[in-house]
Structures are given as C-alpha cells and as structure tokens.
C-alpha cells in the first residue's frame, strides 16, 4: 500500500524547495553519473610512494588540525585533483562533523559522485541544519544526480528531524522508483521517519509489507509508537519482540517517562538488569529522573552509588540528573554537594539547581543561587548577551530565561517577598519577549505568558496582570482560559465590577458559565477554583508540576 501511495506523485528531478544558499551545485558528467572510486590511482609520473604515504596519513588522522595539514599537503602535491583523495578527504571532513569544511571540500571536487553527494547528505543529518540536506539532494537531481540506497537513510533522517512528512513522502516515492525502496535500511529509515512525523499508520504498513525485519526493524516501531503516546501498543511490540538490545529497552524507559509511569521504568530497570543488560548514559538519566518523580531515594541513592563504585564517568548530563532526583526527594545538602561539584555548569544545571531549592527547599537559598547566577553574567560586561561565549573562572557564564524565573518567583511567593517578586515579574516578560523573537510556536509563547499570569496572580499585580493578559489574548483570542486567569486577579484584588464585565464577555464567547480556573499549566495542567475563593493548591505543588511539564529532569538533555 505505501508503495501505491507514493510511487506515481513523484518525478525524480523536479525541484521542491528554494535553493541552497551555501553551493552551486556541480554538473554531474552524462556519461558516469554514478562512478566511484574504490582503489588506489597509478601516477603518472609513478611516484607511488607519495601517494601511499599520503593515504596512511589519511586513515591515521585524528583530528581536524591534523586534517588541515594533510590537505594543504595534497593540495602542495597536486593530488587534491584525484577523485579518490578528495572523496577520502571529504568523508573525513563529514566524520569530524564540521559542516562548513566539509562544504568547502565538496565544492573544491569538479565531478562529484555519488558517494560524495551522499556524504554531503550524511554531514547534515548530524548537523543542526538537517533541512539543508533535503535542499541539497534536490538540487543534486536537477543537476543529475541518482540517488542510490545509501543516499535515502540519512536524507530521511532529515526530514524526521524536522517533521517534513510531505518532503519524506516524496524522497519515499524516489526510493520506489530507484528500486531501493525493499532495502532493509531504506525501510527502516522510512519507518523512523513516518513516525517521527506522527504517521504512525504508513509507518505500520511499511513495517507490514516488510519481508525481512532485523532489530531495528522492531526498535523503530516501538519507539514510533511510544512518541505518538500510545504506550500500550508499544509495550505489546516489545513483547513479541524477536530479541531486545539495550536500545528497546531505553525506548520503553523514556517511553513510560514520556507518559509519566515512573513505576513501570522501575520495573523494566529491574528485567533488564535480569538480562544482564548494562545500561549506558541515557539509561542512567532514565532510571534516576524516574526515582526523583516517584520520590524513591533509596532507588536513586542504590543507582549513584553504583556509578560511583564502578567508577563510570558523571558527565554534565548524568550529574544534573542526580541534582534533580536528589532535589525532588528533599536532599538539598546532597543536590547541592553534587552541583557545586560539577565543572562546565549549563543554564540546564542552573535552573535544576534553582528550582530545587525554591520549590523544595529553602526559597531564600534559591534566591541567593540565582543572584549568584546573574552576578557572574553583569560581572565586569553590562552587554553581556545569551549568544556571547564568555567565561568566569574557566567556567562559561549563563543567564537566566523563562525557567529560572518561574523558580525565583516560586520563591519570592513561598517566602512572602512581594516586592522583589514584582520586580522579577518585569524582568521575566522581557525575557519572555527575547524567547518570542526566537520561537516561532505561538503555542510556546502562549504556555510562557500563562506561568507569568498565574505568578502576577500570585503576587496580587493587577496592573501587570493586564499587560500580561492582553499579550496572551493577542497570541489565543478563542482561548477561554486567558480571560479566565485576568478574571481570577481581578478577584483577588477584589475588583468585582472588573469580575461582572469579564464574567459578561466570557459568556458572550460561550454558553453558559464557565469556573474561574488557573491556567499556570504547561500542556495540560488545570487547577480549578472557584473565583473568590483564597484556597487552592499548593504553590509548591503547582510549580513542582509546572517543572515537570517542562521537563527540568534533563530526560531530553
């Protein structure tokens, strides 16, 4: 069926996207469209010593200095000129993942072939521009290029980073009509990327008209399955799994975290570990995230203390894990040993840090960590700035955003410092605002506005609550909730004629009448209280939620 899908929308060379802003594609020779370069060319001039010595050179190469130092040596030697050096050079390039290098190669190469088209396709896979890659293949076939079943794994890898369902179908339809499409590898890359996309149906009736399925086969499906949130299903493929590697296992883990289970990660921990499975680094962060959400310490204490007997590395990631178990089952002291230990800090470990000790502990300590936080950045550079690498002690300075001011206002609530509150109330929306210009998701800027009005509520800023509440009705006029939150503040301040004609617009929007409720949520997250009433949860409690909708435990580090 996904054959008959796409196989007869696509016509090999017809271009899809603007071009490339970084190349001018070559024009591949009619005559060989496709060669390679395999084996080793005689000179002409018989010095094979020279080029033996430079191939050895290439296949011991390290690093990208050293790199650059065997180039200029075969641009000295004339060998640049040689197709097999250059697509060797070029292949390394790509390995050492510099993107604009391995630009500069390619361009550097008269006829290019396929391999190196697909090398090309490969580097910005792993890059942070993956939908320059889809560009690039598709000025290639406008300059002749044919793709063969190496170019489709990686080139539909970039249109899952980036969710191109449309793009992956039509890069699907050229697999079919390259014949490529009943390769096993291209078959898993179009599993991946359908269900990166949220079809997760075409990824199943490609999975169906498989004949052949290895493991990553199956991991895919699972994985596709546990993204689209329909843990159940996944859970049964893992069952009737031909056999589990470490890979199905941590797909299940970050699956049941996804959905919040930490039990059942738990659990599948506990049957891996019966497999004699060792975990790797993102098991780890899994199984410590889930003891911090379920407030298991002796879980989490039982996972650390193994890392520190078997002596494995704690890298950034793995530590800021820690800090945040620690931090959610009231252990301050060890949360801070752990943070205060840590070398390289990210605004990530800062925020896990802050948060803890304003939502968890003591608001006062968390206080006194981010003034800590923005005194590095104002140190000695009033023009300090996000996009800066600047460093403070051999350690980069970060500064504050969203995250680490709903923290300090968490704080500021819990320990009855209004006046501070308020001020870190303005200094958060122009944050926010800094966010916006870089988020083009009108539904983040919304989530990020809504936190701020509820802390405005909280703080019993009715002035500020109305800014704030006018920017959230720009960005969702049908959303009932924005007016809802204005109504609460204006409760709270006991404007009631303000209440009346709010309550009179709300039900001019909709039928009947709508409970005051308290959008602070993140996805999901409603608190409903009657309007007037003072009682409602928790500020500890609502924030605690807030930070793990946001995701604070560094699952997706």
């Not at 033996?52 to 190469?61: E, G, H």
């Not at 399925?213 to 996944?234: C, E, H, L, P, Q």
């Not at 983040?444 to 703080?459: I, N, P």
């Not at 109305?466 to 009705?473: D, G, M, N, T």
Request: aromatic share 8%; proline share 4%.
């Amino acid at each position: 069926m996904a054959r008959v899908l796409f196989r007869d929308n696509c016509r090999l060379r017809s271009p899809l996207l603007s071009p490339h802003p970084a190349l001018s594609p070559p024009i591949f020779p009619s005559s060989s469209p496709c060669s390679s370069y395999t084996l080793l060319p005689q000179q002409d001039d018989g010095r094979v010593g020279l080029s033996q010595q430079l191939l050895s050179l290439l296949k011991q190469c390290q690093s990208l200095t050293h790199l650059n130092q065997i180039h200029a040596r075969l641009i000295t030697s004339g060998r640049i000129k040689n197709p097999f050096f250059a697509s060797k050079l070029l292949n390394l390039s790509a390995e050492f993942e510099d993107l604009h290098y391995t630009l500069l190669v390619f361009q550097s190469i008269n006829f290019p072939d396929t391999v190196c088209v697909n090398t090309v396709i490969k580097a910005y896979s792993t890059s942070s521009v993956p939908q320059q890659g889809v560009i690039f293949y598709f000025e290639m076939l406008n300059s002749g290029f044919y793709p063969n079943s190496f170019t489709f794994p990686p080139l539909l890898s970039c249109c899952a980073k980036k969710g191109w369902s449309m793009s992956g179908g039509i890069c699907h339809g050229h697999a079919i009509k390259s014949g490529v499409d009943s390769v096993l590898q291209v078959q898993n890359s179009l599993i991946h990327m359908y269900a990166c996309c949220g079809l997760i149906e075409i990824a199943l009736s490609v999975f169906d008209e498989m004949r052949d399925r290895d493991i990553v086969t199956w991991n895919s499906m699972v994985d596709g399955y546990a993204k689209a949130g329909d843990i159940n299903v996944a859970h049964k493929l893992f069952d009737v799994m031909p056999e589990r590697n470490l890979v199905s296992w941590n797909v299940m883990i970050s699956g049941y975290l996804e959905v919040n289970n930490p039990g059942v990660v738990l659990k599948l921990f506990r049957e891996m570990m019966k497999a004699r499975l060792v975990g790797n680094e993102k098991t780890v962060v899994g199984i410590v995230t889930a003891c911090g959400r379920s407030a298991r310490l002796k879980e989490g204490m039982s996972v650390h203390g193994h890392l520190l007997r078997t002596r494995r590395d704690m890298n950034l990631i793995t530590n800021t894990a820690m800090v945040d178990m620690y931090s959610r089952c009231r252990k301050l002291e060890v949360a801070r040993r752990i943070f205060d230990s840590i070398l390289g800090r990210n605004l990530v470990c800062w925020n896990v840090m802050i948060l803890g000790h304003c939502i968890h502990g003591k608001p006062e300590d968390g206080l006194d960590l981010f003034e800590r936080m923005i005194g590095r950045a104002k140190f000695d550079d009033v023009d300090a700035s996000p996009d800066r690498d600047e460093f403070l002690d051999g350690e980069q300075i970060v500064l504050p955003d969203e995250i680490t001011f709903v923290g300090v206002l968490c704080a500021c609530t819990r320990a009855g410092l209004l006046t501070e509150g308020n001020g870190l109330v303005q200094e958060a929306m122009e944050t926010i605002r800094e966010v916006a210009d870089y988020n083009t998701s009108a539904s983040s800027e919304t989530l990020l506005w809504a936190s701020l009005l509820g802390s405005c509520r909280l703080l019993g800023d009715v002035s500020l609550g109305e800014q704030v509440a006018k920017s959230l009705v720009q960005l969702e006029p049908e959303n009932i909730m924005c007016y809802a939150l204005l109504l609460n503040i204006y409760a709270a301040a006991g404007r009631w004629e303000d209440v009346a004609q709010l309550k009179e617009m709300i039900k001019a929007k909709v039928d009947g009448r709508l409970p005051g409720s308290s959008l602070v949520d993140l996805i999901e997250i409603v608190h409903n209280f009657k309007a007037g009433e003072r009682q409602g949860m928790l500020i500890s409690t609502i924030m605690d939620e807030l930070a793990q909708r946001k995701d604070l435990s560094t699952a997706h580090l």
